[in-house]
């Protein structure tokens, strides 16, 4: 991870905990899943950073592929998902980090080990 993909750390080294509204959002978008794993796109470690603006509302996200046939499809999903929590406009903003199972919570979901 590069220091510009890094998340800011505040003065003190606490990072804030997350708002209701970002955790609603992240509920929602355990519904939101990746075609080819049938798993979510929480499971899978792809939503890096939820930003939550006046009138707008920004989610950091990889690919589990650089040219992953399911994009569009994907990014629709999460926006309608955000979107259906918070009502506002929803960019999507796909990160060039390549994915690792190490981003998941839970790598057993995979269903085998690496």
Known sequence: MTDET???VPEGGKVAAPSQQEMAIRSALETVMDPELSLSVIDLGLIREILIGAGKTTVRMLL???FCPYAPQIIEEVKQAAKSVVPQDCDVEILPDPWSPDLMPDPGLLGFSY
């Open 6 to 8: 890094k998340p800011a």
């Open 64 to 66: 589990t592929t650089p």
